[in-house]
């Protein structure tokens, strides 16, 4: 399969002290790694594609480690995760989905084998086009507290022959999380549900 | 500090490769924002001096926060911007109030020198409204290599009595710039022009 061919790399990290409520004692923080590579299948029907997820195993460790690191290097303040790509128009939908494999190992590798399934979202877009990265708690996809989301997006990308892919994590619950449901506290962590 | 803070967003962004032709080394800007009550969303005052303190608070905080995101120090920052959105229920003129008067000065102490005029934009707009920040030269306005924008965006602001502010800052200029004109080897660096 071919090498992954790197245009431009991007971290975005949010920090979130409150929403008109009280002012949280340590703000949630939401870190987007983004990735504009070249598509290698763009432009034609290739029924082989699959081979290019191994290809894509550097890139996706190289981005959770630097999500980690964005967040301050230690991986137990990470507590939600998500995942998802962008094709560029002169790709395929299923070219998206090679992402999420190599995008959600990486992840649950550097986090200490995670336990819950890396929620996950992705379209076909043109440069500007904005994602809505969702977010779940990383070893209990039920709790309602870390249901939550990222808008990411780059002006320039991406171009037709290319794939944006993107990690995310999160430090906590929603700011002012209140609607009740499964708590982090009450994981039982078996099954990655709750 | 006077100013009140919903919100801060870094943004880190690389450049390794250009219609397939290597960026070494890659490029890089960081662009640091702040999501801010606006003291005087929603009827006309008069007298802005609160936001010009504001201003002042912001210049060293995102500043600091941009340089420390490329991981350099400030001396070794190139070029640099300013920018900001105001939400629907204030004026243009507050906008002005923060980036002009005031904020220049702790950019300028945070980056060692900064002879240059700051490049700077401003609107008003909706959440998700995108911001693009100008950039030049921080010591010789008309380096050429180094006129650039930034864009950012932020999905939830600024909202109505908000103001999004950001500051960006870069170690380097375009990714292959051969417009020709002054280059930064050829600063004198006296008058912040040439």
Redesign the interface.
């Known amino acids: 399969m071919p090498e992954v061919?790197?245009?431009?790399?991007?971290?975005?990290?949010?920090?979130?002290?409150?929403?008109g409520g009280p002012v949280a004692a340590s703000p949630l923080r939401r870190a987007a790694a983004l990735a504009v590579i070249?598509n290698p299948f763009a432009g034609k029907y290739v029924p082989e594609i699959a081979g290019f997820m191994e290809d894509l195993n550097p890139l996706g460790l190289e981005m959770a480690k630097a999500l980690v690191a964005?967040l301050g290097g230690d991986p137990k303040i990470v507590e939600g995760y998500g995942k998802g790509a962008i094709v560029g128009q002169a790709g395929e939908l299923e070219h998206g989905a090679l992402w999420h494999v190599p995008g959600g190992y990486a992840m649950r590798e550097i986090l200490g084998n995670a336990k819950a399934i890396v929620a996950s979202t992705k379209k076909v877009g043109g440069p500007g086009t904005?994602l809505d990265v969702p977010i779940t708690h990383i070893n209990a996809s039920y709790v309602r507290s870390h249901f939550d989301s990222m808008?990411v997006?780059i002006?320039d990308a991406p171009k037709a022959n290319e794939i944006l892919l993107a990690l995310v994590m999160t430090t906590g619950p929603r700011v002012h999380a209140r609607v009740g449901g499964l708590k982090a506290s009450e994981i039982k962590g078996q099954d990655g549900l709750r | 500090m006077k100013t009140k803070?919903?919100?801060?967003?870094?943004?880190?962004?690389?450049?390794?490769?250009?219609m397939?032709k290597h960026v070494n080394p890659?490029t890089r800007r960081a662009a640091a924002a702040a999501v801010i009550e606006n003291p005087f969303a929603g009827n006309y005052v008069e007298d802005l001096t609160e936001l010009m303190e504001i201003g002042e608070e912001l210049g060293q905080l995102l500043t600091e926060r941009a340089v420390a995101?490329l991981g350099i120090p400030g001396a070794s920052a190139e070029s640099y911007g300013k920018a900001a959105a105001v939400g629907e229920n204030g004026e243009l003129e507050h906008a002005a109030a923060i980036l002009h008067p005031k904020l220049g000065t702790p950019v300028r102490k945070t980056l060692g020198k900064g002879a240059a005029l700051i490049p700077s934009s401003k609107k008003r707009g909706g959440p998700?409204v995108?911001l693009d920040i100008p950039l030049g030269h921080k010591d010789a306005a008309f380096v050429r290599s180094h006129f650039d924008g930034m864009?950012i965006?932020?999905?939830d602001a600024p909202r109505a009595n908000e103001i999004l502010v950001a500051i960006a800052v870069t170690d380097s200029g375009r990714p292959l710039p051969r417009v020709g004109g002054l280059t930064k080897a050829q600063i004198k660096g006296e008058d912040g022009l040439r």
């Open positions: 061919q790197l245009r431009k790399r991007i971290i975005v990290v949010e920090e979130v002290f409150h929403e070249h964005a904005r808008e997006g002006a | 803070i919903r919100k801060i967003l870094i943004f880190v962004e690389e450049t390794h490769s250009e397939g890659p995101a998700g995108a864009e965006r932020v999905n």
